[in-house]
């Protein structure tokens, strides 16, 4: 059985930083690729970023330069460090395992349960 566990939201203030943590289990993610997507209220859910098997990395435009996604494969984690957080990335962050590092929700066949991050202004 295929878990994954989002940990690190919270509420801060606009120019705090944050790193989001995706646990996962009964999956190597070393082996997957690793997406990060978000949603916020009355949005649909959106791309954040992705990382592939092999560490290629992407990045959604607005959060290109601010985020930066990485894994440790000890950990069978990955992680999403966000700084110069503003009120537009306000959301629930989900993580998602899938055979593909697109910017498509079809593509990740595994989701978390998301974190709230929460930017105030």
């Known amino acids: 059985q295929v878990q994954l566990v989002e940990s690190g939201g919270g509420l801060v203030q606009a120019g705090a930083s944050l790193r989001l943590s995706c646990a996962a289990s009964?999956?190597?993610?070393?082996?997957?690729?690793t997406g990060w997507f978000r949603q916020a209220p009355g949005k649909e859910r959106e791309f954040v970023a992705s990382?592939?098997?092999?560490?290629?990395?992407n990045y959604s435009d607005s959060v290109k330069g601010r985020f930066t996604i990485s894994r440790d494969n000890a950990k069978n984690t990955v992680y999403l460090d966000m700084i110069s957080l503003n009120a537009e990335d306000t959301a629930v962050y989900y993580c998602?395992?899938?055979?593909?590092?697109?910017?498509?929700?079809?593509?990740?066949?595994?989701w978390g349960q998301g974190t709230q991050v929460t930017v105030s202004s």
């Open positions: 009964g999956r190597t993610v070393s082996t997957y690729a």
């Open positions: 990382i592939s098997w092999n560490i290629i990395k």
């Open positions: 998602a395992l899938g055979n593909a590092a697109t910017m498509t929700l079809r593509s990740y066949a595994f």
